[in-house]
């Protein structure tokens, strides 16, 4: 029964994209998405059963569901695990993902290939949750391509706008990159232990091995490729350009699925990374320097989808921070929030732009407050919450980040605080610019402003609650997540109780959060700025609001050798080995032809032809035989 249930979670999204395929285009376009929502719904429910049923009796549920490979000594099945871990993660995946295909069925009715983006929806969910649920890291790297793949077709969705295709290209190439560390990695676990199942590699692991290079390059390797998926330096840059999707596509990559795999991937191998604490260190300086360079590219962005991408990939940053510290339980902790709050922001940017009608550009909004009520506060409560305010959601999970890093590395505790601080102003930047002041749009998009229908605003309500309570799965004095994760997470780090010292950070955490409050309403309310167009802003804005020219950098480094060297093989060589072959067959052709005049029918020409040769073998054989004598 187990197994059944545990395969209609897995396969029901599958079921959902094979239905849009198939007869997506037959049915009408509110039939093709509420099939396609259902289908996550359903994976969502028995998510919520096997759940209830772990939380009750604490035994996980490992299901084999055939043999898979078998060389020599190693061995692999093909299973599923539901534990605390992957329960927790299937939670919020298929839930905000159920609210992400709801939102959709209004957000893209319009689109004549709305059944195609169901399908592709729901294909995406279904690798996540192969990644989140496989027993094994080969299981895991299925899902892991998959989404991957569907992350390039989500991306490109609108492929008749070229730019749209380069962004999907980008992040489909980019992922490859980390993938083949990934690969790598595996590989060498794969050597050394003869299994990539997980209970079999913790207990391979804990029982020592003595080759502890190879094992820190194996976690080395892993986490290249949680860098690729989770964009962190130096393969950050596809993410942004992911938001030439449409907006449910970057609300599900960006808040609960594939920028939270390597997040998880990390946290599923916590056993190998806690033996190589230098990779560890590794990850937390990657992490934060993440956190402090996308939120200082934050600070001067104008569409108002970047802000969000952007800010994805600092919270992201910090979330590899805990990991690199050992704090596991504490990074996961964000990732649930950032996906309530997150999921919340983006959707509601998504009915931002759904009213102004395509519009991104925040300069050309402002005002909508009165027009949008359930949009606004919405997203006010959701940015209360990824900027630190007490008592909502982020405010809990983000200051466990930072007294995680001031007890173990008052550097990178600093660097923490400050992209904190820039995340508070840019987020409020982001609200000013867009609810507050005067509007700055056209008249005929001023004239037509209204409410998103219902299907879009319950999603973003939804998930407003959530951006309030969520910090409540893990209170300092309950830790209920900690205690959750106990079997799979045990004794990797100490929980926070609230003493002098807890008190303190909490209230500088909360003081930076409000001083860059203070400073955006400074420059945006009261002195009612508005960013300049692109060629008015100069100097080291020009450098920030051009993302520290990184893109060119790669395109310079990379882009352009990889150019010139298939130019150089398309115009010179290719066409000098062409010449070759060709010449070939021509000395053949040519050949042919003389020897083709040979055959022209004259039967005196053929008689002297065989005299000549008669007379040269029987020369031939005089020759040998009086050699030989």
């Not at 309030?468 to 045990?490: D, K, Q, R, T």
Request: proline share 3%; hydrophobic share 50%; net charge neutral.
């Amino acid at each position: 029964m187990e197994t059944n249930l545990a395969l209609v979670l897995l396969l029901s999204p599958f079921v959902g994209f094979l239905f849009n395929v198939f007869f997506g285009k037959k049915v009408s376009r509110n039939v093709s998405g509420a099939i396609g929502t259902l289908t996550v719904v359903v994976s969502f429910l028995l998510s919520i059963c096997f759940f209830a049923q772990l939380n009750q009796n604490g035994k996980p549920f490992e299901i084999s569901l055939f043999d898979w490979i078998q060389v020599s000594n190693f061995k692999l099945d093909f299973g599923i695990l539901l534990d605390q871990l992957s329960l927790l993660w299937l939670l919020f995946v298929t839930g905000i993902g159920s609210l992400i295909h709801l939102y959709s069925i209004s957000y893209m009715h319009d689109d004549e290939n709305m059944h195609k983006f169901f399908a592709y929806l729901n294909l995406f969910v279904f690798f996540m949750i192969t990644l989140v649920v496989g027993s094994n890291l080969l299981v895991m790297f299925i899902g892991w391509e998959g989404v991957g793949l569907c992350s390039y077709l989500l991306i490109g969705f609108w492929y008749k706008n070229q730019p749209y295709n380069d962004a999907a290209k980008k992040a489909f190439i980019m992922n490859r990159i980390g993938d083949l560390g990934f690969l790598i990695g595996m590989f060498i676990i794969a050597a050394l232990f003869s299994t990539l199942n997980y209970s079999e590699l913790r207990t391979a692991v804990s029982a020592g091995n003595e080759n502890t290079v190879m094992l820190g390059v194996a976690a080395l390797c892993l986490f290249i490729g949680a860098c690729g998926k989770s964009a962190q330096l130096p393969l950050y840059t596809w993410l942004p350009d992911a938001m030439a999707g449409p907006t449910p596509v970057s609300a599900l990559i960006h808040a609960a699925t594939m920028v939270t795999a390597g997040i998880f991937m990390v946290t599923r191998m916590n056993f190998l990374f806690d033996i190589t604490p230098d990779v560890q260190n590794i990850i937390a300086i990657v992490g934060a320097a993440t956190a402090l360079v996308a939120a200082s590219i934050g600070l001067l962005q104008n569409d108002i989808k970047k802000v969000l991408a952007y800010s994805t990939v600092s919270q992201l940053g910090l979330m590899f921070l805990a990991l690199g510290l050992g704090a596991y339980t504490v990074a996961v902790f964000h990732v649930i929030t950032h996906a309530f709050f997150k999921a919340c922001l983006f959707l509601g940017s998504g009915s931002v732009i759904h009213g102004l009608h395509g519009e991104q550009d925040m300069r050309k909004m402002g005002g909508l407050r009165k027009a949008m009520p359930i949009t606004f506060w919405t997203m006010m409560i959701s940015t209360l919450a990824i900027a630190g305010i007490f008592p909502f959601a982020g405010f809990w999970s983000k200051d466990e980040i930072l007294m995680v890093a001031f007890e173990h590395n008052k550097v990178l505790w600093v660097v923490a605080s400050i992209a904190s601080i820039m995340t508070a102003f840019y987020m409020f930047r982001l609200m000013y610019l867009t609810f507050f002041k005067e509007f700055r749009g056209t008249e005929e998009q001023k004239h037509h402003l209204h409410e998103s229908p219902s299907l879009i605003t319950i999603p973003l309500v939804i998930l407003a609650v959530l951006a309030v309570i969520g910090g409540a799965i893990n209170l300092p004095g309950s830790m209920w997540l900690n205690h959750f994760l106990e079997p799979i997470l045990a004794a990797k780090h100490e929980a926070h109780h609230l003493g002098q010292q807890e008190f303190m950070l909490m209230g500088i955490a909360l003081a930076g959060a409000i001083v860059g409050i203070i400073w955006a309403n400074a420059k945006y309310i009261k002195g009612g700025f508005v960013p300049k167009e692109d060629s008015q802003i100069v100097g080291f804005n020009k450098t920030i609001y051009n993302k520290y020219y990184v893109d060119e950098f790669y395109t310079f480094l990379i882009v352009k050798p990889i150019n010139g060297l298939a130019n150089f093989f398309r115009t010179t060589l290719e066409p000098a080995l062409g010449k070759v072959v060709y010449s070939f067959g021509s000395l053949a052709n040519g050949l042919g032809t003389q020897g083709k005049k040979l055959h022209n029918g004259n039967i005196g020409l053929y008689l002297f032809a065989f005299v000549i040769g008669v007379c040269a073998i029987i020369t031939y054989l005089f020759i040998t035989t009086k050699t030989v004598q």
